[in-house]
């Protein structure tokens, strides 16, 4: 990938980021699915737990805080989104690590093969597909033999009120990359990357649209 890259601001455009949390907090039902997304994730004392797209930090703040052992880093390429994600971090008093990059090169960041757990929330609908296709690869060289990854995302509009709910997403970050995603075309994607077992686990209506939370693995050491 190039290093003169560019990336979708929070929410569409960069003038509405500092309204970011309030707008998920209430168009998407984010405690719902922020806490299936981290019961799935499961963290555990002593695990690398990388999320990539962190935005204002929401995810990897609540991975922190229920448990303070792991460590916890959130990468974005974004420095708006990170001021707000290290300001929120300071006053919920949890320590994450912040990194400026993009989701793609996050194994070069941090090593290949180093993460016990990778995440990534509301990021890859505002991906073009082949920007898609290369962070979920850099999720597989960057996570351990059998890591596992949950991804929390727009999938599949199953109903005709979720495909007029989702138009506003669309209008906002682009018909073509999240059609993508509202086609349910993301598990097929995620297997093409190389990982393995996929699986939509929830599905949580919102006012945008219906969120999917997909588990997988890393391939094994033996693989």
């Not at 941090?110 to 850099?138: F, M, N, R, T, W």
């Amino acid at each position: 990938m190039s290093d003169q890259k560019d990336f979708i601001p929070a929410l569409g455009r960069a003038e509405l980021t500092g309204d970011y949390d309030r707008v998920i907090a209430v168009m998407t039902r984010e405690r719902r699915w922020r806490a299936a997304l981290l019961d799935l994730l499961d963290p555990s004392d002593g695990e690398l737990i990388v999320d990539i797209g962190a935005g204002t930090g929401s995810q990897a703040i609540a991975i922190k805080a229920r448990c303070p052992g792991a460590r916890v880093v959130g990468i974005d390429p974004d420095p708006a989104v990170l001021r707000i994600a290290k300001d929120k971090a300071a006053a919920a008093g949890v320590e994450v690590e912040w990194l400026e990059g993009y989701g793609d090169e996050a194994d070069r960041r941090l090593g290949s093969a180093v993460a016990d757990k990778v995440i990534s929330s509301l990021v890859l609908h505002q991906c073009d597909v082949p920007v898609k296709a290369e962070i979920l690869k850099a999720m597989v060289r960057l996570g351990r033999p059998d890591a596992r990854v949950v991804i929390a995302d727009y999938g599949l509009q199953r109903t005709l009120l979720m495909r007029l709910l989702f138009r506003q997403v669309q209008a906002l970050d682009g018909w073509e990359r999240t059609g993508f995603n509202a086609k349910g075309k993301l598990p097929d994607l995620m297997a093409e990357a190389g990982l393995l077992g996929v699986a939509e686990r929830r599905v949580v209506p919102t006012p945008t649209g219906s969120i999917s939370l997909y588990v997988a693995t890393t391939p094994g050491a033996g693989r």
